[in-house]
């Protein structure tokens, strides 16, 4: 399990620096992964910006949203949204909050991201909207108190993505790489739509091709495909994460694990 935990560690931080190379994130914004022992726990990395967390910058937290570990560290401030949407899903595994510029414009008119192309599927049939003053009246924006993050939850209800007004997106996944794929894809698709709507009024995908681009949009071959991609991007402009396997290593390191009862076997014939 220790190998696991380093391993999702690390993938959190490639998580946080490829999302903010592809500019779902930048000074601002966090993912964070349930913990892959503890249901009860997340990680998230402490406050700073997301391209340039690194494996020491993670932490563990209860679904409170307090650290498990006392800490001098400075900590988001919003990190309730984590801890609410873990506990109000039990199948969300990875969550990610943003402020990309390309959900702003929806999240400012109110108009709802829908999907208009294949690849967009994967944000699922509706974006619900949430706007913090119809519970909570005047605020500083920010989801900073349990009840802020319970409400934002209910409006996620049983989808991917919630669009925040005049603040950003909150997307969720069963995955750490299904999240990271339906974060970019998300922003792909409000970029798509805001130039369609220059041609005239983009019509959504039908609930039939939702359903079956969707699927495919998060199959493992395919997310692992995307994740590939956006990894080898992310080394070739001298981002990745210090103390982190490339997945050069990472590759030559699940070889040497496959190989390993090959050579036993053979030892014992
Ligand atoms: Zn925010």
Redesign the pocket.
């Known amino acids: 399990m220790a190998d696991h935990l380093t391993d999702l560690i690390e993938e959190l931080c490639v998580a946080n620096r490829i999302l903010s190379h592809e500019g779902v994130l930048d000074a601002?914004?966090h993912v964070s992964v349930r913990h892959p022992s503890d249901p009860k726990r997340y990680l998230l990395a402490r406050s700073r910006s997301p391209l340039l967390i690194e494996p020491d910058d993670i932490l563990e937290y209860k679904l409170d949203s307090e650290p498990v570990k006392r800490t001098s560290v400075r900590l988001y401030s919003?990190r309730v949204i984590h801890g609410c949407i873990y506990q109000a899903r039990s199948d969300v595994m990875a969550v990610c909050?943003?402020?990309a510029p390309a959900v702003m414009p929806f999240c400012v008119s109110g108009k709802p991201i829908v999907p208009v192309f294949h690849v967009g599927a994967t944000i699922g049939e509706q974006t619900p909207f949430w706007d913090q003053a119809d519970e909570f009246g005047d605020t500083n924006l920010?989801?900073v108190k349990p009840e802020e993050g319970q409400s934002l939850a209910r409006t996620l209800g049983r989808h991917w993505v919630v669009l925040?007004r005049r603040?950003?997106a909150t997307v969720a996944g069963t995955s750490l790489k299904e999240l990271v794929s339906r974060s970019i894809f998300l922003c792909q698709n409000a970029e798509y739509q805001m130039k369609a709507y220059l041609l005239g009024a983009p019509t959504q995908l039908r609930p039939g091709e939702i359903k079956l681009a969707g699927s495919i949009n998060v199959m493992p071959s395919v997310v692992a495909r995307t994740w590939e991609y956006w990894s080898m991007r992310l080394q070739a402009a001298g981002f990745w994460p210090p103390h982190v396997k490339t997945p050069g290593e990472a590759e030559a390191k699940q070889t040497a694990v496959g190989a390993a009862p090959a050579a036993e076997k053979k030892k014992r014939v």
Do not use: C
């Open positions: 601002f914004g919003e909050h943003h402020h920010l989801v925040m603040h950003g």
